[in-house]
């Protein structure tokens, strides 16, 4: 499976910002896609995720209700939709692949090589 995320950018307080992660090479173990973040010391982050069966969704507390995940099944991918960005949602974004529908980081086992939000305030 491999992943490729795009659609990072500088944005200011308030903006909002569409990541896309493209998958090719989907299997059984890679039926839920999540969305992950890392800003500048401190820990990988889990922001939300997505099966492509079925589409259930899950966000964390910290984006619930601003950010919303979803997917095209035809063209493999899954869009990360962020709205009313906040200088804290700063962050290298990552999405991830894995077989189980946790937000735990190591259910998953492919990464793509993140794409850079930054938030001006």
């Known amino acids: 499976v491999q992943l490729q995320a795009s659609g990072g950018g500088l944005v200011q307080t308030g903006d909002s910002l569409r990541l896309s992660c493209a998958a090719s090479?989907?299997?059984?173990?890679?039926?839920?896609m999540g969305w992950f973040r890392q800003a500048p010391g401190k820990e990988r982050e889990f922001v939300a995720r997505?099966?492509?069966?079925?589409?259930?969704?899950y966000a964390s507390d910290s984006v619930k209700g601003r950010f919303t995940i979803s997917r095209d099944n035809a063209k493999n991918t899954v869009y990360l939709h962020m709205n009313s960005l906040e200088p804290e949602d700063t962050a290298i974004y990552y999405c991830?692949?894995?077989?189980?529908?946790?937000?735990?980081?190591?259910?998953?086992?492919?990464w793509g090589q993140g794409t850079l939000v930054t938030v001006s305030s």
């Open positions: 090479g989907r299997t059984f173990s890679s039926d839920v």
């Open positions: 991830a692949a894995g077989p189980y529908n946790t937000g735990s980081p190591a259910n998953y086992a492919y």
């Open positions: 997505i099966r492509w069966s079925g589409g259930s969704t």
